[in-house]
Antibody, heavy 119, light 112 residues
Framework: QITLKASGPTLVKPTQTLTLTCNCSGFSVSSNGVGVGWMRQPPGKAPEWLALIYWDDDKRYTPSLKTRLTITKDTSKNQVVLTLSDMDPVDTATYYC???????????WGQGTLVTVSS | DTVMTQSPLSLPVTPGEPASISCRSSESLLHDNGYNYVDWYLQKPGQSPQLLVYLGSNRASGVPDRFSGSGSGTDFTLKISRVEAEDVGVYYCMQGLQNPFTFGPGTKVDIK
């Protein structure tokens, strides 16, 4: 059974860097055809895709946030880490990680973690 | 960015009746390989989104066959043949062809 769990701080201050960790189980982040992506969803709004890392370490970022985003994976821990720098109150949202398995995009989502940006 | 629009934005439904949601993209989502890179997700109240349909018309694992996806190019439809009470939530289409991947605004389905 595939499960993902996003974790990180619930409150960050403006200008700080957010670091989120996605712990994956039931699949390997280094298996051929696998990817892990991050989305965020402000309250009452649609999800927004942020970044995606593939099994071969190929990375994709949404252009509007590319200068602030970094996605990496740790195959030994089967984790994917997302950092978002220079946080602003508009970055307040629930952040989700999700698995991309073969042809099935974001086939399984983690529970999400609410991040609030406030001084 | 590829803009995804959905209609209607709100859909009251009667259990046992069919329902249909439209999704349109600002650019063609038909790849040279013949696949349409549009997916459908359902976010039930208080839950994370779940994949229903991928590549336009393929049901994800465990998704009931009352859900079906169709369309090509820029116009896509998600149909529920007979709505059940557990189908309430917000339905999103997403395009996975162009960077950035983009979601539609969502269609809220609830019971009349």
């Amino acid at each position: 059974q595939i499960t993902l769990k996003a974790s990180g701080p619930t409150l960050v201050k403006p200008t700080q860097t957010l670091t989120l960790t996605c712990n994956c189980s039931g699949f390997s982040v280094s298996s051929n055809g696998v990817g892990v992506g991050w989305m965020r969803q402000p309250p009452g709004k649609a999800p927004e895709w942020l970044a995606l890392i593939y099994w071969d370490d190929d990375k994709r970022y949404t252009p509007s946030l590319k200068t602030r985003l970094t996605i990496t994976k740790d195959t030994s821990k089967n984790q994917v880490v997302l950092t978002l720098s220079d946080m602003d109150p508009v970055d307040t949202a629930t952040y989700y990680c999700a698995a991309w398995i073969g042809p099935r995009p974001f086939d399984s989502w983690g529970q999400g973690t609410l991040v609030t940006v406030s001084s | 960015d590829t803009v995804m629009t959905q209609s209607p934005l709100s859909l009251p439904v009667t259990p046992g009746e069919p329902a249909s949601i439209s999704c349109r993209s600002s650019e063609s989502l038909l790849h040279d390989n013949g696949y349409n890179y549009v997916d459908w997700y359902l976010q039930k109240p208080g839950q994370s989104p779940q994949l229903l349909v991928y590549l336009g018309s393929n049901r994800a694992s465990g998704v009931p066959d009352r859900f079906s996806g169709s369309g090509s190019g820029t116009d896509f439809t998600l149909k529920i043949s007979r709505v059940e009470a557990e189908d309430v939530g917000v339905y999103y289409c997403m395009q996975g062809l162009q960077n950035p991947f983009t979601f539609g605004p969502g269609t809220k389905v609830d019971i009349k």
